[in-house]
């Protein structure tokens, strides 16, 4: 089993371009989740989805979008990259809400 | 909302001691505590979580202890060994926040030799 999987690992943008993360679990779990992850911050919450068919903003939703594709995939659109976004993004996923949450490697997003 | 405070950031402690993490929560709502280690350039692992109808829970030399009243929880871990240096991070989740998780700041644990 693969667990988590994001693509891509490293992308470099320029200000203004667009692009989509990818995250997918083979896990069959319900819900999943994109965090940011700053220097000397812990995780914060963009977006989640508690099941398939819904999606939630988090803390800091404000620049991305995301569509639950299926059950097993979740993907987070930044439209316009602002230098504000570069950071590590996390996607994960939990069988249920409030349970163990599992995460995959991240993609390392440089926004010049 | 839900805020969580972690201490202290960085925790230098001798290989064999025993080192302590604590982070304190603002919702008393708040029902599921867990803890996660984060070693460089890797994805966020959870190491142990608990519950709060649950005062401590142990997992070999981890453990993990609850004080509803004062809305704080611990990690302990013990005979510390080199593989357990990295970053430690606590959540916490609750009616405040949606029942998602919200994150501590993280403690860099270095295990000097």
């Known amino acids: 089993n693969a667990g988590v999987t994001q693509t891509p690992k490293f992308q470099v943008l320029k200000t203004g371009q667009s692009m989509t993360l990818q995250c997918a679990q083979d896990?069959?779990?319900?819900?999943m989740y994109w965090y940011r992850q700053d220097p000397g911050m812990g995780l914060r919450l963009i977006y989640y989805?508690?099941?398939?068919?819904?999606?939630d903003k988090g803390e800091v939703p404000n620049g991305y979008n995301v569509s639950r594709l299926n059950k097993r995939e979740f993907s987070l659109r930044l439209e316009s990259a602002a230098p504000s976004q570069t950071s590590v993004y996390f996607c994960?996923?939990?069988?249920?809400?409030?349970?163990?949450?599992?995460f995959g490697d991240g993609t390392r997003l440089s926004i010049l | 909302g839900e805020n969580v405070e972690q201490h202290p950031s960085t925790l230098s402690v001798q290989e064999g001691d025993s080192a302590v993490i604590k982070c304190t929560y603002s919702?008393?709502?708040?029902?599921?505590f867990p803890w996660y280690k984060q070693e460089l350039g890797k994805r966020p692992q959870l190491i142990i979580d608990?519950?709060?109808n649950v005062g401590e829970k142990k997992d070999q030399r981890i453990a993990v202890t609850l004080n509803k009243t004062a809305k704080h929880f611990s990690l302990h871990i013990t005979e510390t060994q080199p593989e357990d240096s990295a970053v430690y991070f606590c959540?916490?989740?609750?009616?405040?926040?949606?029942?998602?998780?919200?994150w501590g700041a993280g403690t860099k644990l270095i295990i000097k030799p």
């Open positions: 959540a916490a989740s609750g009616m405040d926040s949606n029942y998602q998780l919200i």
């Open positions: 896990m069959n779990h319900n819900s």
């Open positions: 608990i519950r709060s």
């Open positions: 994960a996923s939990s069988e249920l809400e409030v349970q163990p949450q599992h």
């Open positions: 989805s508690a099941s398939e068919g819904t999606t």
């Open positions: 919702d008393s709502a708040s029902n599921y």
